[in-house]
């Protein structure tokens, strides 16, 4: 197989040199439209569900008054939501807050210049593409997408209107996580040889909304519109309300919570999405209806392009039915590892001085220390409470719909995340080893396209 990008430091030249040139094309043709220094950044919310309210809106209020931004409107096509949502907004600023049915509504509106957007997986990109294509910088939830045909659409549009979009994998506003990269990217750490990850929880009622869905009426939603480019079928408040549960509106596990994990792989490692992919799991407990997974096992291999025997495996593993473990993330290398849990280097499972000699080689242990000079609080998407990750992201994207800076989680990181995504998604459904052609951009399995 004939591929386009052989090694990460290409993959970095050339996404360095498309995004300057994206870049370029935006100043010559929409200097004008930016904002003024003291001009007052006016911002709708697409989607007034839970992420909406317990993170996005908190970390947008906490950095709007020092950087000259406000909410005017909401768009849900909920009635419920909707009219919550600006009663909900509006207390806690203190402005008046429209309530509009839908984004043809609030896009047609004067004073938005910008949106949040946290709506259901599927509708990500596509609500992407729609926001840029109507001239507004945009901060919108992860996944970025999990079809390709979908993080196609939305990567284009963005590079052909240049407008600013913010992914929401917050990780990659953490200090704590920059210093890793750093780390990692100095060469101190040598090479990685492995990473483990984990996200176990035991919630029977993860993703569930039993409160809430007999309340949802097919009369007082736009069903149609909720479905987007999904086929259609018949109105069901639990594929509108426990959409985490249901393929194709999301796969579950990957689309949550891999996102946010595999991300930091592309990011410190600077290879753009997995050679290779295999997934295994069911669901072997929650038997409540739901079509994707409450157990994952997958086996990600990064590395270079063209030479298959350099590289690194990422092992993935989460469960519903049982929390030990928690949320992991361990980096190893031959001289130790980073946990990014603890937040620490350390010098664990490095080579030690019996056993490098035995081979006359020299010990090589990492000296131990924290990524943080002061232990910082990470949280995962926390659904109460401040969440200073998702904030400290948040204020990036405005700190860049100001200066046209290229922000943190940009596009092309939620489109990496995307085809990892996609093809772990791929590996479910089939059974098959996954790969990805680069030059195609396109998924494979068993040898043929997977759509």
């Not at 284009?156 to 200090?175: C, D, L, N, Y």
């Not at 700190?399 to 092309?412: F, G, L, Q, Y």
Request: proline share 4%; net charge positive; glycine share 8%.
């Amino acid at each position: 197989m004939s591929l386009k990008c052989d090694n990460r430091r290409e993959f970095l030249k050339t996404g360095g040199a498309v995004l300057a040139a994206t870049a370029v094309s935006w100043n010559a043709s929409s200097y004008a439209k930016v904002l003024g220094a003291n001009d007052r950044v006016k911002v709708g919310v697409i989607g007034c569900g839970d992420r909406m309210k317990s993170s996005l809106i908190p970390a947008f209020l906490e950095n709007a008054k020092e950087m000259n931004f406000e909410f005017v409107a909401v768009s849900d096509i909920w009635n419920r939501r909707r009219e919550e949502g600006a009663a909900y907004i509006q207390k806690l600023s203190g402005n008046s807050i429209a309530a509009v049915r839908n984004n043809d509504e609030l896009y047609a509106r004067k004073d938005v210049d910008a949106v949040l957007i946290a709506t259901a997986d599927f509708q990500h990109a596509l609500h992407g593409v729609e926001a840029v294509e109507a001239g507004r910088d945009a901060y919108v939830e992860k996944p970025t997408a999990h079809t390709m045909d979908d993080a196609r659409k939305f990567r284009a549009a963005v590079h052909k209107t240049g407008k600013i979009v913010q992914v929401g994998t917050q990780r990659r506003s953490t200090p704590s996580y920059q210093k890793a990269a750093e780390y990692i990217q100095s060469g101190k750490f040598g090479d990685i040889v492995m990473v483990e990850m984990t996200w176990n929880v035991n919630q029977p009622g993860r993703w569930r909304r039993p409160d809430v869905v007999p309340l949802l009426k097919e009369q007082d939603t736009d069903w149609k519109r909720y479905l987007l480019n999904r086929p259609y079928e018949p109105f069901d408040a639990r594929k509108y309300l426990e959409f985490r549960l249901f393929w194709p509106y999301s796969s579950g596990i990957p689309d949550q919570w891999l996102v946010h994990q595999i991300d930091t792989v592309h990011w410190f490692s600077g290879y753009p999405h997995p050679r290779s992919v295999v997934a295994n799991g069911g669901i072997y407990l929650w038997k409540d209806g739901r079509q994707n997974w409450d157990t994952m096992t997958a086996v990600f291999d990064y590395g270079p392009l063209d030479d298959p025997s350099k590289g690194f495996q990422v092992q993935y593993s989460s469960r519903f039915t049982n929390s030990a473990g928690g949320v992991k993330e361990l980096y190893y290398s031959n001289g130790g590892m980073i946990d990014m849990d603890k937040q620490r280097v350390t010098p664990d499972g490095g080579l030690e001085a019996k056993e490098a000699a035995a081979m006359g080689l020299k010990a090589n242990q990492l000296p131990s220390f924290s990524l943080m000079e002061k232990t910082e609080s990470v949280s995962y998407g926390a659904d109460t409470g401040r969440d200073p990750q998702t904030s400290a992201n948040m204020r990036n994207w405005m700190e860049c719909v100001r200066s046209r800076k290229t922000p943190n989680a940009s596009i092309e990181a939620g489109y990496s995340h995307s085809i990892a995504l996609c093809m772990n998604v791929a590996a479910i459904q089939t059974g098959e080893k996954v790969t990805f052609d680069h030059k195609t951009q396109q998924v494979m399995a068993g040898g043929k396209v997977y759509a």
